[in-house]
């Protein structure tokens, strides 16, 4: 079974394959360009490169958020098309989760991928690897304050690894409240894997392509404003 899987959720994009147990190719880059540009041209090279065909891809995986509203938009886009086009099941993987399983395998305590939100805040979640060798969540996805959140992780006494390059601009703020129990990933910790994605992916239950839309877990900036206008 080939699953293709694509993230544009953050500056990572990541294109990945896998048949069964079996990484086929990995596609990821940490830069600031276009995802609308690059990306459709990274799953054709890929795919060459695997040897695959459009044809032969039996499933499609997306990170489903959050993350960049553009690039969430962008690699959902290009999903559900793919999906829709070729008749195969679409699933939806948290973007937090899969910055779990990428770089906190088999950590023995609690996982908190982070990803900025602006102006204080962040998007993250608590896991923890359970016993099919995945992490599950502890307390769910969320849109929160650096400093909230870190006083509310403040009440278990395991240690919490912090991932993500993210993670580094409130690095002081759990530092400071968590003390010794705050861990940090290292430099390859905080890549999103996308083959860890396709994993994921593999029995997560098919969404309907069409009504399949991004989970932002805020408002966008504009839509805030508006409603607080209209009431």
């Given at each position: 079974m080939n699953i293709l899987a694509i993230d544009t959720s953050t500056e990572i994009m990541g294109i990945g394959l896998i048949n069964g147990e079996k990484v086929l190719g990995e596609y990821v880059t940490n830069i600031k360009?276009?995802?609308s540009v690059r990306a459709l041209a990274a799953v054709r090279e890929l795919l060459d490169d695997c040897r695959v065909t459009l044809p032969e891809i039996n499933?499609?995986?997306?990170?489903s958020g959050p993350g960049s509203y553009t690039g969430l938009r962008i690699g959902i886009t290009i999903a559900k098309t793919l999906a829709w086009t070729m008749n195969i099941p679409?699933?939806?993987?948290s973007t937090l989760q899969v910055l779990a399983a990428s770089g906190g395998k088999n950590f023995g305590g609690f996982i908190a991928p982070v990803i900025d939100a602006r102006r204080g805040n962040i998007y993250s979640g608590l896991y923890r690897w359970n016993a099919a060798g995945k992490p599950e969540p502890v307390?769910?996805?969320?849109?929160?304050?650096?400093k909230e959140w870190a006083e509310r992780l403040s009440r278990y006494s395991e240690q919490i690894l912090f991932l993500g390059y993210d993670a580094a601009k409130h690095e002081q703020t759990f530092a400071e409240v968590l003390g010794e129990?705050?861990?940090f990933g290292s430099l390859t910790d905080h890549?999103?894997?996308?083959?860890?994605?396709a994993r994921l992916g593999m029995e997560a239950p098919a969404a309907d392509v069409h009504s399949f839309t991004p989970s932002y877990l805020r408002l966008a900036e504009a839509e805030a404003k508006w409603r607080e206008k209209n009431g």
């Open positions: 360009r276009t995802h499933k499609v995986v997306v990170t679409l699933s939806g993987v307390l769910e996805d969320r849109h929160v304050s650096a129990r705050a861990l890549l999103i894997r996308p083959a860890e994605l």
